[in-house]
């Protein structure tokens, strides 16, 4: 559980990081009553990546942490995105 914590936190600063270095909008939400996790991502009305996990609770470790790596590998791959517009327009 451990690395799924550690995949939380990634997710959860990544998502932070768009809120206040750029003009993305990020949602992060962990329904514990519809057992699921949800990311969004979304430029102005452009939604650029969602991923909703659900089962969450009752998923099997290793698999959980599969889903986690690849939405922070998602996420990643945008903040590096927004990062070389940033550059390019420098």
């Known amino acids: 559980m451990d690395a799924n914590?550690?995949?939380?936190?990634?997710i959860?600063?990544?998502?932070?990081?768009?809120?206040?270095?750029?003009?993305y909008k990020s949602t992060v939400i962990l329904d514990a009553e519809k057992?699921?996790?949800f990311v969004k991502i979304k430029k102005g009305k452009h939604h650029?990546?969602?991923?909703?996990?659900?089962?969450?609770s009752k998923k099997n470790s290793k698999f959980l942490n599969f889903?986690?790596?690849a939405v922070?590998?998602?996420l990643l791959?945008?903040?590096?995105?927004?990062?070389?517009?940033r550059f390019a327009s420098a």
């Open 5 to 10: 914590l550690s995949l939380f936190n990634q």
């Open 12 to 23: 959860n600063s990544l998502s932070y990081w768009f809120l206040i270095e750029s003009n």
């Open 35 to 37: 057992d699921t996790f």
């Open 48 to 56: 650029l990546y969602s991923c909703q996990i659900t089962h969450f």
């Open 67 to 69: 889903e986690l790596a």
């Open 72 to 74: 922070v590998n998602s």
């Open 77 to 85: 791959h945008i903040k590096e995105t927004v990062m070389r517009k």
